[in-house]
Nanobody, 115 residues
């Protein structure tokens, strides 16, 4: 079993910044990729950024140059630094990992960007 707990969401004005954190516990190690997804009201859940076990990264086109994903393996934590936030970034942000073919999700953290 793997547990993921996100934190760091909130209300911010357009152009502002937030840093999300996701702490992983349970049967997980630094050998697994971790990702951030988001889901806006009425829309599907989409990938935002993924970081591999060797810290290789990929980003959705909509966040390239503005968001940075990173990980601290000693703390079993993955971060999402979000800058130059836009109202269209408003969503619930979820942490994700896949362990032995099983998807694990956190409870989500709300990010609201006001214009």
């Amino acid at each position: 079993q793997v547990q993921l707990v996100e934190s760091g969401g909130g209300l911010v004005q357009a152009g502002g910044s937030l840093r999300l954190s996701c702490v992983a516990s349970g049967s997980i190690s630094s050998a697994y990729a971790m990702g951030w997804y988001r889901q806006a009201p009425g829309k599907q859940r989409d990938v935002v950024a993924v970081i591999s076990s060797s810290s290789g990264t990929i980003y959705a086109d909509s966040v390239k140059g503005r968001f940075t994903i990173s990980r601290d393996n000693a703390k079993n934590t993955v971060y999402l630094q979000m800058t130059s936030l836009k109202p269209e970034d408003t969503a619930v942000y979820y942490c994700n990992t896949v362990v032995w073919g099983r998807n694990y999700w956190g409870q989500g953290t709300q990010v609201t960007v006001s214009s």
